[in-house]
């Protein structure tokens, strides 16, 4: 019996000797590895900034504070994401105000956006689910037809206007909708590069961001760093100049930075991501084309304006419920391949049922979970492998 994983990193010689390289360097921590990577991350997304830091949680986080969000403020995330959507939401002491699927979807409803904006709201979080770029024209539209009801209490809100737009790309880096890449269409946008993403650094994210009016790209750079490294006014490359010991802590900040051994997966992994996402959309689409008979919904990753990051490939079992959905994935393990759940809603959850919120009250999120399952769709599958998930997940929900 094979052992397919669900998803591995992809790692190659090219990774191994970057780390090397890092090592051997000296300079393990923050440093020119991870100044090259931003740089080289703002241009593939096609914007003049990025910053790195340890996960996209963080750069959610910082992004929140920087825009000075806090109690008495209101986010809206979709009750359809994991929780570092919405936790970061939490940390900063401002409340989650979630919003149901539209029917027979996963993204969140865009109808009810704009009914879910109050004088409170300050930011709104989609989430670019399995890496294909949600409706940000909606997105937008919502908040302007609200823009009358945006109090700004700092001058970064004042240059915005209306409420900001961040997006949860976590999955999503490489994604393409009406010829722009994720990373240039939403006013902040989050990339993970965890283990499991496309591109990994181990651990770690990139936060990219618009132009915004009046406010300067190397002030916003440099609050990023501040907040990431202790609120010490000099990095530890910045250090290294000679007679330059010497810093400022201006504030009691974090620690969330990431070190040039992270940084260095990463860029020999950029190098070679049109190689992987290639080879993912091949992937995806021979389960499109095997799938298309079945009794199964899937999503539309790839079309003349838009490409996915095809990150997951999250099929819905048309009719079934959940202990079904639960069975297949058993019985796929049965036969060596790992399968999983993409996602189990907030509202299901410990810790965002203390917070008041209830499943019954986001249906269209339970019914797009209850019989969703992930197959597996990573690099490392062979086209032996694709057939043998294929010809066992067609077996067992014929059956």
């Known amino acids: 019996m094979r052992n397919i994983p669900f998803s591995p990193p992809d790692m190659s010689e090219a990774e191994i000797e970057e780390v090397c390289k890092a090592l051997r360097s000296g300079w393990i921590t923050t440093g020119p590895r991870t100044k090259e990577f931003e740089k080289l991350i703002a241009q593939y997304c096609k914007t003049d900034r990025a910053v790195c830091l340890n996960s996209a949680t963080a750069c959610m986080e910082l992004a929140l504070r920087i825009l000075g969000v806090g109690p008495g403020d209101e986010v809206v995330v979709p009750a359809y994401t994991y929780t570092a959507t919405a936790s970061v ?25 704009a009914d879910a904006i109050t004088e409170r709201t300050k ?31 700092n001058d970064i809100q004042k240059a915005f206007g209306r409420v900001i737009v961040m997006a949860d790309a976590a999955h999503a880096f490489g994604a393409k909708c009406n010829d722009k890449m994720c990373g240039e269409i939403a006013d902040f946008t989050s990339f993970s590069f965890h283990a499991v993403k496309n591109l990994t650094t181990a651990e770690g994210g990139a936060l990219t961001w618009r132009p915004i009016t009046g406010i300067d ?13 202790h609120g010490q006014n000099k990095d ?9 010991w010497e810093y400022d802590i201006v504030a009691p900040y974090y620690k969330c930075n990431m070190t040039d051994i992270m940084a260095g997966i990463g860029l020999a992994q950029l190098k070679r991501y049109a190689e992987l996402l290639c080879r993912r959309r091949q992937i995806a689409e021979r389960y499109d084309t095997a799938l298309n008979n ?54 299901m959850m410990t810790a965002y049922k203390a917070y008041g919120f209830d499943i019954a009250d986001y249906p269209n999120a339970y019914n797009q979970y209850r019989n969703e399952i992930t197959l597996p769709l990573h690099t490392r599958l062979s086209d032996d492998d694709v057939n043998y998930i294929i010809s066992n997940f067609v077996d067992i929900i014929s059956q």
Not at 217 to 227: A, G, S, T
Not at 236 to 244: F, I, N, R, S
Not at 323 to 328: G, I, K, L, M, T
Request: some cysteine.
């Open 89 to 113: 939401v939490c940390h900063v002491g401002a409340k989650v105000v979630m919003i149901d699927c539209a029917p027979d979807s996963f993204e969140m409803d865009y109808a009810k956006l």
């Open 294 to 347: 079945c009794n199964v919904q899937v999503l539309n990753h790839y079309g003349n304006r838009h490409s996915s990051s095809g990150h997951l490939y999250l099929v819905r079992l048309l009719g079934k419920d959940a202990e079904y959905r639960n069975s297949v994935i058993k019985q796929m393990a049965e036969r060596g391949i790992a399968c999983n759940v993409h996602y189990k809603p907030l509202p």
């Open 123 to 153: 930011v709104v979080i989609p989430v670019d689910l399995a890496g294909i770029i949600c409706d940000y024209d909606k997105v937008f539209a919502a908040v302007e037809e609200q823009k009358h009801k945006f109090k700004p209490a």
């Open 217 to 229: 790209d190397d002030w916003l750079y440099k609050q990023f760093q501040l907040l990431s490294l």
């Open 236 to 244: 530890a490359l910045a250090k290294t100049k000679l007679g330059a």
